[in-house]
C-alpha cells in the first residue's frame, strides 16, 4: 500500500494478538482481555468488535451476529449495534461489549479492538470491489489486483482502530488474508503473539 505513517515515540506502544478460529469460542483470552483491561481501568464499552458480513444473521426483523450469542452465552451483555436500529441507541452502560459489522467501525477506537474473521472481512469486500469495479482503471489495468489493493486499503481503517491491544481472528489459515498475516507476524514476535495453531 502506498500507506505512510509517523511514528509517535511518545506512545506508550501496545501489543496485536493473531488468533486462529472464533475470538467468541475462546474463553480463556476473553478473560485474559477483560482482566486486563479492568486493571488499566477500563471498562467492556472500551473494547470494540468488528464482525464480518457473515458473522450476522436474520432473526424476524433484528439482525444479530454470531459473536453477541457467545459473549451472551459467557454471561457478558453485548450491544450488538450490527442491526441499524440498535445503532441508533448509544449504549446505556459501561459494562456492554460493542459489537460493530466492519463497514459501521469508521471514526470509532478501542482500548482493546477485536477483528473477528478478518480474512472473511477482506476477502467479502475484496469481492464487492470486484464485483463493482472502481474508478482506477488506467492506474492498475489488472481488475483482480485493483480489487485486492482496494480490499487491503479498506482493511486499515479497522487495524488503526485500537490504542491498546488490537485481537486479529482468521478463519481459514490458508486464505490469502491470512497467510499475510502470519508472515507478518513471524517478522514481528516481539509485539505480536499468535495463538491457536501450531507455528
Same mark, same amino acid.
Given at each position: ?19 486462529? $478460529? ?84 469508521? $471514526? ?24 463493482? $469495479? ?61 495463538? $491457536?495453531?501450531?507455528?
Amino acid at each position: 500500500l502506498n500507506w505512510q505513517v509517523e511514528p509517535n515515540d511518545e506512545a506508550a506502544g501496545g501489543k496485536v494478538i493473531l488468533l486462529t $478460529g472464533y475470538y467468541g469460542a475462546n474463553t480463556e483470552i476473553i478473560r485474559s482481555l477483560i482482566d486486563e483491561a479492568r486493571s488499566a481501568d477500563n471498562d467492556l464499552i472500551d473494547f470494540l468488535h468488528c464482525v464480518p458480513a457473515s458473522d450476522i444473521e436474520e432473526h424476524g426483523t433484528l439482525r444479530r451476529s454470531k459473536l453477541s450469542a457467545l459473549l451472551e452465552a459467557q454471561g457478558l451483555e453485548t450491544w450488538d449495534a450490527v442491526d441499524e436500529q440498535v445503532r441508533q441507541e448509544f449504549p446505556r452502560s459501561s459494562n456492554v461489549c460493542r459489537i460493530l459489522h466492519y463497514e459501521s467501525n469508521r $471514526g470509532l477506537e478501542g482500548w482493546t479492538t477485536i477483528l473477528d474473521g478478518f480474512d472473511e472481512a477482506i476477502e467479502q469486500r475484496q469481492f464487492w470491489d470486484l464485483e463493482r $469495479g472502481s474508478g482506477e482503471t488506467d492506474a492498475i489495468p489488472d481488475p483482480e489486483r485493483r480489487a485486492r489493493l482496494a480490499a487491503w486499503r479498506w482493511a486499515m481503517i479497522s487495524l488503526t482502530r485500537p490504542i491498546d491491544t488490537l485481537v486479529v481472528t482468521v478463519r481459514n489459515v490458508q486464505s490469502e488474508p491470512s497467510r499475510l498475516l502470519l508472515d507478518v507476524a513471524a517478522r514481528y514476535p516481539d509485539f505480536v503473539q499468535v495463538l $491457536g495453531r501450531e507455528h
